[in-house]
């Protein structure tokens, strides 16, 4: 990407959308790598610095707005997609990014995202999933595993059932749906990419370490040793093949996923299950967002990409529409015609 800077043409790289703020995350923190991914990222979208936003609500990942060299806004609990849905609304120019967290999506915010989706305003909201509250020091979050103990809210265990952000999210009929893990950047650059591409909400949850108070959380799928046996990449038009030879893989039994291996009780990759992203309805992205470990290998990649006319393109249209049948029209004119009254 390049810009124009005092009639001179720039080429942006990433440390061109490093800021001069001291980053404030606990030493080996993931969200230094998802920073350091969407920086690498963001020089390749075409998208000139002052025309990006990043909007965040309350959580450590909320801090985001103040270590990328673009427009920002930091602002409060769980609002994060209302403050973005206005401000795409009113600069449809602006490329408009929600950085936020599991508790600050799901819980004080869970309206709020659901709303964002099923509007489908062109943003794209980044979910850092760490299943748990690290900002206030530990609490279970709404996607902290139910009986998990050792969490400082429930020493006896979770007593409540998780929230999986990817079912909400195609729950609530979100056009793009994806999931990385911050440990595998050349994934995570990818999903960012094609997020950025994609026209309306984009909804990317990503696996994130805090290792402070839930150290480990995804160690079961992302270790090198394991990783190929409990992770299946998704890719559209491929058959779901996972294991370090690729010969498990699958296959659906009615409306049900089953693991198979090919080669064995007469399996051949024509019986794996194929990815279909741009499948018009969410019936088989919902049946990807359901499987984990340990009854399945853990789905990365996108589940579901689909075009829908975007809120905000609705909006512009309407208003473009309106003009034309009644012309610019006068804001003074408009506050004291209709009901008007005089409070003495």
Not at 198 to 227: L, P, S, W
Not at 270 to 277: N, Q, Y
Request: a negative charge.
């Amino acid at each position: 990407m390049s810009e124009q800077t005092n009639g001179a043409t720039m080429t942006l790289t990433p440390k061109d959308f490093k800021s001069d703020q001291e980053l404030r995350w606990c030493p080996g923190c993931g969200d230094y790598s998802i920073l350091a991914q969407a920086q690498k990222v963001m020089p390749e979208l075409g998208v000139p610095r002052e025309k990006i936003v990043f909007v965040s609500g309350i959580g450590c990942s909320s801090r985001f707005p103040y270590y990328m060299n673009t427009y920002g806004f930091h602002t409060i609990h769980g609002r994060a997609p209302a403050i973005a849905t206005g401000l795409k609304a009113s600069r449809p120019d602006l490329m408009v990014w929600v950085i936020t967290g599991d508790g600050d999506a799901l819980s004080i915010g869970g309206n709020h995202l659901l709303h964002i989706l099923r509007r489908n305003v062109d943003v794209k909201v980044v979910l850092f999933n760490n299943r748990i509250y690290g900002l206030t020091k530990g609490q279970y979050s709404p996607t902290t595993e139910f009986s998990k103990k050792g969490i400082k809210s429930a020493p006896m265990g979770v007593p409540d059932y998780p929230l999986n952000p990817l079912t909400v999210a195609i729950g609530a009929e979100a056009t793009f749906v994806a999931r990385t893990v911050d440990t595998d950047t050349k994934h995570l650059v990818a999903m960012m990419e094609q997020a950025a591409a994609h026209k309306g909400t984009a909804f990317v949850e990503v696996y994130q370490n805090c290792n402070i108070f839930n150290d480990g959380a995804f160690a079961y799928m992302t270790e090198k040793n394991v990783r190929d046996d409990r992770t299946v990449y998704l890719e559209h038009g491929q058959p779901l093949l996972f294991g370090k030879e690729r010969r498990k893989g699958i296959r659906l039994n009615g409306l049900t996923p089953e693991i198979v291996t090919i080669g064995e009780n007469g399996v051949t990759e024509a019986d794996i299950l194929r990815h279909d992203a741009h499948r018009a309805d969410a019936n088989l992205a919902y049946v990807l967002s359901r499987m984990d470990y340990p009854a399945f290998p853990v789905p990365v990649g996108v589940l579901r990409a689909v075009d829908r006319p975007t809120y905000d393109g609705v909006v512009v249209e309407q208003e473009v529409e309106a003009q034309a049948r009644y012309g610019m029209g006068d804001l003074d004119e408009m506050f004291n015609s209709g009901e008007t009254w005089v409070v003495e």
